[in-house]
């Protein structure tokens, strides 16, 4: 799950269990990893931060302190859900977060959980620079690393926004240490669509893995069933079935998300454009229900450990079997 100055996603993958079901019976639990965001921002026209009240977003560095920070109180609620359900998962903070609320990042690793990076300030890659990509993630992963005495090794892209524009951004990432980057979502979509991408993890440096969001592929078509606004708006069961068929049918992991704001019903709402209102605010008041449905019915665990790892053994079996075959 991820979240937006912070995110959280979820990577699923099989485990067979035999689970009592009436007298008998048994069925398959799924192994999730979670991924973990936490605020949301808005984009002006010019690409700049909007504050939402909510998520402590703001156009200049001068205001994050103007408005109510609302990020704490919606994460802490997280890791209470996560604790009462046994799960781990992965947090992508910003920058500026981990470098204002270092014992939010602390008290996040205490936990268990893993700490990635979502950026320093949340701007989309491919409207940045190559240079200016590199001082952000630089900065970014510098204070989280702070902040958590431990090093990072997952990188998140705000609003998925690493794709063929921006071929360089794989090269900076790998210089900065990351093992793994999880910001291609293959589907069509007018701000964020890589729906040509590959739909399971594949290496994009000589060491650094990308671990794409969860599709479900029917008809040749790619349904988006990672989490977010996706799992407040479409039907349950649709995401649900999705999950379980990415596990199942192709016996792989499935990579999910969500961010903190998302269970903050109560959270101000901003007058902004209908479509933009619409993915903000549709389903909040039943989101904090359909992630516990879904922390009950799926097994879950970080990125690294249930995505990246299992990734990495799978690609090194050619070379093991190439070696004793020439031996």
Known sequence: MQVSPLSTGLASHPVKQAKAEGAIGSRWQEKCSLKYFDQKCHLDRRGGLLSDGSHVFCSTSRKLGAVSPRVEANTNLLLEMFAGAKTRATFFFLGWVAERYPGLVQQTLKL??????????????FRLSERQFFQDTYRAKSVIEDAAGVPVRGYRAPNFSINSSVPWAYTVLEQLGFHYDSSVYPVRHELYGN?????????????LMELPLATWSIAKQ????????????????????????????????????????????????????WKSRRRQYTGLAGMKFRLERLLKQFSLGTIYDSVYLPAIAKLRVPDCVASASGS
């Not at 700490?115 to 949340?122: A, F, P, R």
């Not at 990415?246 to 992991?253: K, M, R, T």
């Open 222 to 273: 790619n349904l988006p069933v990672a989490g977010g606004a996706y799992l407040r708006i479409l039907p349950y069961a649709l995401m649900k079935n999705g999950i379980r068929s990415i596990n199942h049918n192709e016996n792989a992991p499935a990579v999910l998300y969500l961010h903190p704001w998302e269970i903050d019903d109560s959270q101000p709402r901003l007058k902004t454009s």
């Open 112 to 125: 268990g959980h893993e700490i990635g990076c979502h950026s320093y300030w949340h701007h989309p890659v």
């Open 195 to 207: 729906h040509n991408a590959p739909r399971h993890p594949y290496r994009v440096g000589a060491q």
